[in-house]
């Protein structure tokens, strides 16, 4: 699979170095209108209309789309809209490792008048009042962003990254003020902690609302078994979400070679052992939606009750139906503590503790298993996998500790904050239209 991906990459390459740019783009515009074409959302002149930009972002939409009651909702991928900007951008601004500015005017103004072509036809199908994105920095979005502002119609954000570490505090906040300045004209947050950081790069209090997490709304209406499909049967489930070698990571650390690596591929070596020995259950690893590694960890870690998949739809039906969560920096662990789930937080790898004050403090929460050693991790499996649950009965008071954890980086999750956010959006362009 990966000799085959390189070849599709050549191929690719030797088409742009064969047929003219001008051609290029042209096949690629063609390609955007025929997607906006294709498009059939449920369309009602009468109501105003959200376009909603999906990165990575499909939980949160689905739960929007779920309370929505009032609004037309038109979905539009962003991968699909917004490829043509690889045809533009150098790739330490597509990646997001310059800032967005330098990139030459005549570059930005040729991609804005893409912007103007496809933002155009999205008008005349639909009538867009407001355009929702879970960021602005992306590079291929600004200039988007910037055309809706040439249509008096404005931008929402609503971020989809709640959880912030302290060093992301202060690294992101201070990457985007110097890479991608903020351009939208209001923000939608899951906590005060988030509200903060958007105040932090400039943000006015007033265009910041705290509403919670979206997707949360999940929990109470949706009982999927979609994860069934993986499984030649269906059995009792765990859950493991696995991530980035380098997450919450300080980038000065990176460069030194410091990595979660080996924690990450002991846990999944733990699991695949568990897998083996325990046919009577299904396990399910759920990589990160951009986690560069997911083909090799497949090739690795493929049983018959053991199946490793990536995406950003199933996380909640996984935490929902799984026996015990294992898993390392990741909201997922939150809402796991959320739904009451017996979470196993891996904590063993030595940056852990030096690094304990950059991270997500998962490893002071209460009501969950902290695994400081390798050891003590296959300890608590092996009790679990022969029926004994007792590490995960915690007092009134961890119970408590732990709900006030969740309140903290979720905002009441009570099963309304999609509710929430579209008051918020009404609100938004009831101001905007006065």
Known sequence: MRHDGRITQLLKELFRRVVPRGTVRRIYRQMVLDYIGGLSPEYDPSRKTILAINHYYDQDLRALQNANTRFNFVVVDFEVLFKIGRLYFSKPVREMMAPYDEEPAEIREGYRDECRVMFHDLRRRFQPDVILTPSDSFAFI???????????????????????????????????????????????????????????????????????????????????????????????????????????????????????????????????????????????????????????????????NLKVIGGAAIANELIQRSELIVAFQTTSVTEAMFMNKRVIYTAWDANCATLQHELVPFHAARGIII??????????????????????????????????????????????????????LDRFLTRESQ
């Not at 007792?390 to 904050?417: K, Q, T, W």
Request: aromatic residues 12%; charged residues 30%.
């Open 142 to 304: 600004r200039e988007f962003i910037a055309v809706g502002h040439e249509n008096n119609i404005g931008t929402v954000v609503y971020d989809k990254e709640g959880t912030l570490s302290p060093y992301g505090f202060r690294a992101v906040a201070d990457w985007k003020k110097r890479f991608a300045p903020h351009i939208s004209d209001n923000v939608l947050v899951w906590s005060e902690r988030q509200r903060e950081f958007y105040e932090s790069i400039g943000v006015a209090h007033e265009d910041i609302a705290i509403v919670g997490q979206a997707r949360s709304d999940l929990f109470f209406t949706e009982h999927k078994k979609d994860i069934d499909s993986y499984f030649p049967k269906e059995q009792p489930l765990i859950g493991i979400f696995t991530y980035h070698d380098t997450a919450y990571i300080p980038r000065e650390l990176v460069s030194e070679g410091v990595s979660w690596r080996q924690q990450k591929m002991d846990t999944l070596d733990d699991m695949l052992a568990a897998a083996k020995e325990h046919p009577e259950f299904n396990f399910l690893v759920k990589a990160h939606p951009q986690q560069l590694d997911i083909k090799d960890l497949q090739k690795r870690y493929e049983l018959e």
């Open 371 to 424: 695994a400081e050693s390798r050891r003590q991790f296959k300890e608590v499996c092996d009790r679990f996998f022969a029926g004994d649950v007792s590490d995960f009965e915690f007092s009134p008071e961890e119970i408590a500790a732990r709900d006030e954890f969740v309140n903290a980086h979720l905002y009441r999750p009570d099963g309304h904050v999609a509710e929430r956010v579209l008051d918020e």
